[in-house]
Structure formats: C-alpha cells, structure tokens
C-alpha cells in the first residue's frame, strides 16, 4: 500500500533559522511528488511538483528535493510569514488520486 | 479570478442531519475530488469525479454522497449515517486525472456536529 510519512510533526524554528522537513514515501510506481503550504483554516496550495529522483525547484526561500526515497524541503533564512503547515502528498500509477502526509506545522519566531 | 467556491465556510450539524456541501469551479477542469481533514492526518480521499455523471468512491466514502450533474459543480452530501462527521472538508478540483496534475484547493468548509 501506498504510504507517506512526514516528519517532523511540528518545527519551531527562529527567524533566519534554515532547516529541513522531510517527506518519505513507499510507492509502487510514483508519478510525482507535490509540496503544498495550508494555512490555518486555508486550504492548501500548491508549491512544487518534483517528478524524478535528482530533480530539484526553488521558490524563495524554499528548495524541494528528491530522492527514490524521500523528499526534502530546505527552508533558508526563514521569516515569520513562512509559518504554515507543509503538507507533501504522491500520485502513484495505482491512483487517480493524491496521497498526502499528514503535514509538518513549521512556526517562525522572530 | 479563477477558482473553486466551497459554501458555507462553517456549518453546524444535529444528530440524524443530512448536510450538503456546495463545491464550484470556473477553471474548467474535469476532474474533481472532496477531501476530508483531521488534526494530526493526511487529507483523506472520500469521493472524486473525473468526468460529468460519473464518480468513484475514496477511502472513506461511507456515510458520504456526491453527485456530478454539471462539469463545474460537485456538492458532497454528509448523511446521517457518517458517524463522525466533524471534520474539515476540502474540494479540490485538477484538469484531469490521467497524470500528475496539480489539485487547486477551496478554502475549506469547516462541520460541527452539536
């Protein structure tokens, strides 16, 4: 079965603070991997889209990358507006559906 | 502005209710999907539509009805039998479903049951 693990759970990290959040997946056939941000009460919306392992996007201060295994969310410098959860999610040749994480709650102090 | 329209943003429930969510997109996308989110778990799948008058269930489609009689419409109907139906839903809608396309979310129509 298709599964998608996030860690951490939750992040707090101070202003200009740089950090990781990390998506790890066990798929059978992975189409793509997406990154969206959710803001309280929000629904999500979309950052990046990584198709192959080695690829990697950029998007101010946020770089995503990609394994055969996992993904990374490289947040540099953050500020305090970055805060936010962090939801990554898979589409598989199984589904015609996403696959998401259950998030990371990233909170930037300043 | 293109986008996805979810109506009411909150929305109370008694005991033994139905309630439908309303879900419009003017993106022209073909695809469409209602999600269901829990503090501390993914978005859960419940139902999703690829074409108009067609739809498959989700993971957790019991208790859940949609229908799909307009290409820009997708309403979820919450019945009474969903037992815990206090919930964050979201309707999302993709140009299609044949590849990895990118889901544009509503904003969200939050459920209580009292």
């Known amino acids: 079965e298709d599964q998608v693990t996030q860690s951490p759970e939750a992040l707090r990290l101070q202003e200009g603070e740089s950090s990781s959040l990390n998506c790890s997946y066990t798929?059978?056939?992975?189409?793509?991997l997406f990154w969206y941000r959710q803001d309280p009460g929000k629904g999500p919306e979309f950052l990046f889209t990584?198709?192959?392992a080695g690829e990697e996007k950029e998007k101010e201060r946020l770089k995503a990358t990609l394994t055969k295994k996992e993904s990374f969310l490289h947040i540099t410098a953050p500020k305090p507006e970055d805060s936010a959860t962090y939801l990554c999610?898979?589409?598989?040749?199984?589904?015609?559906?996403?696959?998401f994480g259950a998030g990371t709650r990233l909170t930037v102090k300043p | 502005d293109g986008g996805i329209t979810q109506s009411p943003k909150y929305l109370f429930r008694k005991e033994g209710q139905n309630v439908t969510l309303s879900c419009e997109q003017n993106?022209?996308?073909?695809?469409m999907y209602w999600y269901r989110q829990d503090p501390g778990q993914g978005l859960r799948l419940i139902y999703y539509?690829?074409?108009?008058?067609?739809?498959q269930k989700g993971d957790i489609a019991e208790g859940y009805s949609v229908s799909r009689e307009k290409k820009e419409s997708f309403p979820l109907t919450v019945t009474s039998a969903q037992k815990n139906p206090t919930a964050f839903y979201l309707c999302?809608?993709?140009?299609?479903?044949?590849?990895?396309?990118?889901?544009?979310f509503g904003a969200g129509s939050r459920l209580t049951v009292l």
């Open positions: 999610a898979v589409h598989t040749y199984n589904n015609n559906d996403m696959r």
């Open positions: 798929v059978s056939g992975l189409r793509g």
């Open positions: 990584l198709y192959s």
């Open positions: 993106l022209n996308h073909d695809a």
């Open positions: 539509s690829q074409i108009v008058n067609d739809f």
């Open positions: 999302a809608s993709a140009r299609d479903s044949s590849g990895a396309n990118v889901l544009t």
